[in-house]
């Protein structure tokens, strides 16, 4: 039995970058998107431009949520009950990079910042999810986390984005085995310098393991979009467990 009418998804960091790009191509696939993040405003901007590209007829709406709050996350995904009845897809992409400077220095509280998104706010949501997806009629969904290169190897200087990136390989594998009773699909996808916020400065130059500073090449964001909707397209019986998308240039196969 599917659903009928439009499938509903979930962008958590929706804002910007990576989580901007999953929207505005769920949009174009006809997903109704509930965007969520932190910031009102910059929500509401991916709106705008999702009704621009696809029409005012295209189903979008911003949530202001911080996924390091249990409660926030509790109060979205009621709303997304209330509102729709249910959730197909869950895109787990919220996450931080690493406080400045080297670890010797960091606080506890810096610490626990990247923690408190990149892993507690993954798990709160993707617990709520499998409650909503394992109770709906029909039952099931998809959840898509995402993971870095940073879940397999390491740059300089990234202790507390390394660690929490490879907990979400955890994380990934795990829930994918809890997902079977209730026909939930769990996988993730590990993007290597894509566009973003985040990932720009790599063009004018980013430290290397051997110390040097090496520009290095970036791949268009919205590519990591299309992706996304691929593995969200799927049916439930089939799951892109893990998907490696990366700048082709980039130093990560091999040594360098």
């Not at 509280?109 to 009629?137: D, I, K, P, Y």
């Not at 029909?138 to 740059?155: H, K, M, T």
Request: some cysteine; hydrophobic content about 40%; glycine content about 10%.
């Amino acid at each position: 039995m599917k659903h009928a009418g439009p499938k509903i998804a979930l962008v958590t960091g929706a804002g910007s970058g990576i989580g901007k790009a999953a929207a505005i191509a769920l949009a174009g696939g006809r997903y109704t998107v509930i965007l969520a993040g932190r910031r009102l405003d910059r929500l509401q901007n991916v709106q705008a431009e999702i009704q621009t590209r696809f029409g005012s007829d295209s189903q979008s709406y911003p949530v202001a949520a911080d996924v390091s709050n249990p409660d926030d996350v509790a109060q979205l995904f009621d709303l997304i009950g209330q509102q729709y009845g249910r959730l197909d897809l869950l895109f787990n992409n919220a996450g931080r990079g690493n406080p400045p400077g080297s670890f010797l220095e960091w606080s506890a509280q810096q610490w626990n910042e990247v923690v408190g998104t990149n892993l507690n706010g993954m798990f709160f949501c993707l617990q709520h999810a499998f409650r909503l997806m394992s109770r709906q009629s029909p039952r099931g969904g998809r959840i898509i986390n995402n993971g870095s290169l940073s879940a397999y190897s390491p740059r300089p200087n990234s202790v507390a984005y390394t660690a929490t990136k490879h907990a979400v390989t955890g994380l990934t594998k795990a829930a994918c085995l809890e997902g079977r009773q209730h026909d939930i699909a769990v996988g993730q996808i590990d993007i290597g310098n894509a566009m973003s916020e985040l990932a720009e400065p790599m063009a004018n130059g980013t430290l290397q393991a051997n110390g040097e500073i090496t520009p290095e090449p970036l791949i268009d964001v919205e590519l990591v979009g299309r992706a996304v909707l691929q593995m969200a397209n799927l049916p439930l019986e089939a799951n892109v467990l893990f998907q490696t998308l990366m700048a082709t240039k980039m130093p990560f196969v091999g040594r360098g």
